[in-house]
């Protein structure tokens, strides 16, 4: 019953994809993102912080959301790329492929862990697309239905699991969600009028522009943490010599190796993706602890290779983090649901165009959304055509200096703050912001709760108060309509996450090997 | 972190913790203080309803709550914490001694260029700022920075002037 008129708006959307200038945003969009995002301590969410006043003026969202789509896309892969030859993870979604992948490339073999990661990107990217393509429509239809106690529940799921699930204290997660909450408060309150934390100043009155948190945290916190520690690390990295990279792409042995963790990783990325976990985290990891296991246990060939340059330690977790993209736009695109920080950074994107995701996007913006869903198997095809045979300029951009890149990461985060208002008072403001980022970096407090609740918090209020006017002020609506009594029992269990593996261990009276299930953030 | 080790798989969020206890502590008192402040600012808020769910001020009311309860959580944490905080010298040096001077000077520097950027101009601002910001950052190379400097601030005034129209401050140079 869908899959026709599916077909037909996708055709739809190729169709415009394929426009000569759109595809130009395309290629354009994949290739800022790849530049960007190989630089070593830069992942996506920064990436697009970075790039997003570039897109300010664009007159046309469409063209917008496929250079997006494409820096996204570009971003990410460069951040496998650089784990590989310089073993330097921008995110933490690429530290599985930096254990096996960079052991790989110190034993000569660059070239077939790029490739792998290339191929499988490739692969998981396209299958997840499909699945996106089908899954997103019909899951936007059962979102209409959903009445302002779902979203209420659904908000405080995706905030508290993905705090949860990433960095590695609780009481800081929460502390950092509830920070980010608070910077969501400044400003008119919309429903009364009231002002709220604006301290008299007329500045405030329309609130603390997300982007001005992204990038102060981001960049600007990035930077002072760098420069803190300028003087115990060395001043930038070895790069890998050319000729070990001219040794040809996989052999047939890797490819016999590399295709089973590609699918397998393709289908823990999609679905983990699609939940509030955090992105990416979760399933490479998991992706990764999965080959590891199957190598041990099937005593195959090469069981040894683990932690020494393994190929399926690179194609399962890089397949992850490509599938787990698509899947990270269906609560994005269905519910207006950001379930990582980079999907946060792209809502922001989208708000600037006034383009509001949710259950109506595809039947108000139909053409904007199948667009982007197209670009992304453009986007895609781009990135596998510029990767196997231009790896070698891609090479070149690792060896800029740490003292130059970083001032340029400066230089870029003022020019975004400042073009959003044209006044240097922005600035001060992001610095402030950054200054409160390098302090959370040194405390080791997750970033991505605070953009959550910057961005989600507003949102939540807004549901929360309109599903009490609609019961005249009765708040246990929030518990007698079985969906959203689900998704809060659902949100108090995510809590219990991070300490099953404890229980596990203590049930099966062995020791357990860490406290808590942690994962990284920065999707 | 080690990344060849036996047992899982690594796990980035296997960094230690930066700061001593004595950071941890302060961190901890300035957002009890600040948590505290924003609390008792929720009467700030006018509203007809008094602390009515619907109205604008109950939901700051649990936002600053829970922030002042999770402050005073971490303050627990932080005074239990045992008191020879692991050495962080090897790894990142710390927030201790000269090391503050790099993150206190760039932002000298933004705080500068802030104030600068209108009068002075776009272009003059910005190569300012990255040359400076580059030396800062241990950078020695003065021709080749001052070089990429204008070389960088000149392309994206030009590119966002004229292809995005973005307008940024012509300054001294008035263009």
């Known amino acids: ?523 | 972190m080690s990344a060849t080790e036996e047992t899982e798989p690594v796990r980035t969020a296997d960094v230690e913790v930066e700061a001593s206890r004595l950071v941890r502590i302060v961190a901890a008192v300035v957002l009890v203080v600040l948590s505290a402040t924003f609390l008792v600012g929720v009467f700030d808020i006018r509203s007809p309803k008094g602390l009515d769910p619907q109205g604008p001020r109950f939901f700051p009311l649990l936002v600053t709550a829970a922030w002042l309860l999770l402050s005073i959580g971490y303050l627990i944490e932080g005074l239990r914490s045992p008191r020879t905080a692991k050495a962080p010298a090897e790894s990142g040096g710390g927030i201790t001694g000269r090391s503050w001077f790099e993150p206190v000077a760039l932002s000298a520097l933004l705080v500068l260029y802030a104030f600068l950027v209108v009068p002075l101009g776009y272009m003059i601002a910005t190569a300012g700022l990255f040359w400076a910001a580059a030396r800062v950052l241990g950078s020695r190379q003065l021709v080749r920075d001052i070089v990429v400097a204008v070389v960088t601030a000149v392309v994206v005034y030009i590119a966002f002037t004229q292809f995005l129209d973005i307008s940024l401050p012509e300054g001294v140079l008035g263009l």
């Open chain 1, 1 to 523: 019953m869908i899959s026709l008129a599916v077909f037909g708006d996708l055709m739809h959307g190729f169709g415009t994809v394929l426009d000569p200038m759109n595809l130009l945003w395309a290629v354009l969009g994949v290739t800022l993102g790849m530049l960007v995002g190989i630089l070593p301590g830069i992942g996506p969410a920064l990436t697009i912080a970075l790039l997003l006043p570039i897109t300010f003026n664009f007159s046309d969202p469409i063209g917008a959301f496929i250079m997006f789509a494409g820096i996204y896309y570009g971003a990410m892969y460069g951040g496998s790329t650089t784990s590989i030859l310089i073993n330097t993870p921008g995110e933490s979604a690429s530290v599985a492929t930096a254990i096996e992948g960079h052991k790989m490339a110190l034993k000569g073999r660059a070239r077939a862990a790029l490739a792998t990661a290339a191929i499988g990107s490739f692969i998981a990217g396209t299958i997840s697309t499909v699945l996106l393509t089908f899954v997103a429509k019909p899951i936007g239809n059962l979102a209409s239905q959903f009445q302002a106690t779902d979203y209420f529940a659904i908000t405080l799921l995706a905030m508290v699991a993905v705090t949860a699930l990433v960095g590695h204290s609780l009481v800081r997660g929460l502390l950092s969600l509830t920070v980010g909450l608070f910077i969501g408060l400044i400003g008119l309150d919309s429903l009364s009028g009231a002002q709220r934390y604006t301290f008299g100043t007329l500045r405030l009155l329309d609130g603390v522009d997300v982007v001005i948190v992204i990038v102060g945290l981001f960049a600007i916190g990035e930077t002072l943490h760098v420069a803190s520690k300028l003087r115990s690390t060395p001043d930038r990295p070895a790069v890998l010599e050319k000729g070990r990279l001219r040794t040809g792409y996989l052999n047939k042995s890797d490819w016999k190796r590399s295709w089973a963790p590609w699918l397998r990783g393709t289908a823990l990325g999609f679905p983990f993706g699609a939940i509030p976990s955090g992105g990416a985290e979760v399933p490479t990891f998991l992706s990764y602890t999965i080959e590891k296991r199957r190598a041990k246990k099937a005593g195959r060939k090469h069981p040894d290779e683990f932690g020494d340059g393994a190929i399926e330690g690179v194609a399962g977790p890089e397949a992850a983090n490509n599938a787990s993209f698509s899947g990270v736009l269906v609560p994005l695109l269905t519910l207006g649901l950001p379930t990582s920080a980079t999907a946060a950074v792209m809502l922001a994107a989208f708000q600037i165009f006034n383009v509001q995701p949710g259950p109506q996007l595809f039947e108000d913006q139909g053409t904007l959304v199948w667009t982007l869903i197209a670009s992304l198997y453009v986007g895609n095809l781009i990135l596998l055509i510029m990767n196997l045979p231009l790896i070698q300029i891609w090479v070149q951009v690792l060896k800029v200096p740490r003292p130059l890149l970083y001032a340029g990461i400066l230089v870029f985060a003022c020019l975004g703050v400042y073009s959003l208002s044209g006044s240097g008072y922005e600035v001060l403001m992001a610095l402030l912001i950054g200054v409160a980022g390098f302090f959370m970096r040194k405390l080791d407090f997750p970033i991505a709760p605070v953009i959550l609740g910057v961005i989600l918090g507003p949102t939540m209020e807004e549901q929360f108060r309109r599903a009490l006017v609609i019961s005249n002020g009765d708040g246990s609506v929030f518990f007698t309509r079985p969906l959203s009594l689900i998704i809060i029992v659902l949100t108090v269990l995510a809590l219990f996450v991070p300490y099953l593996p404890r229980l596990v261990a203590r049930i099966r009276g062995t020791q357990p090997t860490r406290d808590r299930l942690t994962f990284g953030e920065d999707d």
